[in-house]
């Protein structure tokens, strides 16, 4: 079963930078696909990054250059940069993962079977 646990999440001011971090557990397949999602109060969720088991990586065009996706191998952990936020990036953030293929684009949360328990992030002027 795999288990995925953010953390990060925080209050910052616009033009500040956090970094959340997701814990991977239970999966062995050479495969997969790993994503960022978040949710913001009355919206639908969105995707903001994923990345699969070869490193390739892809966008949400509204955080293209602010935000970073990245994994290390060895941690089994899943990171994104948030660099200059804005007000509008205030949203619950979530971790997904699904195994046996790779991303191609940036997936619809539908797509992804594993989920964690999300982290808040609030950007305030």
């Known amino acids: 079963q795999v288990q995925l646990v953010e953390s990060g999440g925080g209050s910052v001011q616009s033009g500040g930078s956090l970094r959340l971090s997701c814990a991977a557990s239970?999966?062995?397949?050479?495969?997969?696909?790993m994503g960022w999602f978040r949710q913001a109060p009355g919206k639908e969720r969105e995707g903001v990054a994923a990345?699969?088991?070869?490193?390739?990586?892809w966008y949400a065009d509204s955080v293209k250059g602010r935000f970073t996706i990245s994994q290390d191998y060895a941690k089994n952990t899943l990171y994104l940069q948030m660099n200059s936020l804005k007000l509008e990036d205030t949203a619950m953030y979530y971790c997904?993962?699904?195994?046996?293929?790779?991303?191609?684009?940036?997936?619809?949360?539908?797509?992804?079977?594993?989920w964690g328990q999300g982290t808040q992030v609030a950007v305030s002027n």
């Open positions: 997904a993962a699904e195994t046996g293929f790779y991303c191609g684009h940036l997936p619809s949360p539908s797509v992804f079977a594993y």
């Open positions: 239970g999966y062995t397949y050479s495969a997969y696909c």
């Open positions: 990345i699969d088991s070869d490193g390739s990586t």
